[in-house]
Nanobody
Framework: QVQLVESGGGLVQTGGSLRLSCAAS????????MGWYRQAPGKQRELVAT???????NYNDSVKGRFTISRDNAKYTVYLQMNSLKPDDTAVYYC??????????????WGQGTLVTVSS
């Protein structure tokens, strides 16, 4: 089974930048779409961005033009470059991967989350 470990969160001022990384380890038949979600205090978890194994991307409208998702398939790692950060971006950011196990079963995997705090 795949495990996901995020890194790169922290405290940044409005207008600043952060880069999140999520490394996948373990065994799977394949890792398909990967993505980032976030959950702010008192709010539901929402999609930030996703990227397919062939590089197709999808973004939440609120981050378009500011965030960029990318992946390195050789390193089983997905990144989220966040620029022009706003206080509304403050949240716990979770990495997500849609995997197929060695038994050919679909399995969605989540990381433990990394906190991003944007101060005004």
């Amino acid at each position: 089974q795949v495990q996901l470990v995020e890194s790169g969160g922290g405290l940044v001022q409005t207008g600043g930048s952060l880069r999140l990384s999520c490394a996948a380890s373990g065994i799977a038949f394949s890792i398909n779409d990967m993505g980032w979600y976030r959950q702010a205090p008192g709010k539901q978890r929402e999609l930030v961005a996703t990227i397919s194994s062939d590089g197709s991307t999808n973004y939440n409208d609120s981050v378009k033009g500011r965030f960029t998702i990318s992946r390195d398939n050789a390193k089983y790692t997905v990144y989220l470059q966040m620029n022009s950060l706003k206080p509304d971006d403050t949240a716990v950011y979770y990495c997500n991967a849609e995997t197929v196990t060695m038994r050919r079963r679909n399995l969605e995997v989540w990381g433990q989350g990394t906190l991003v705090t944007v101060s005004s």
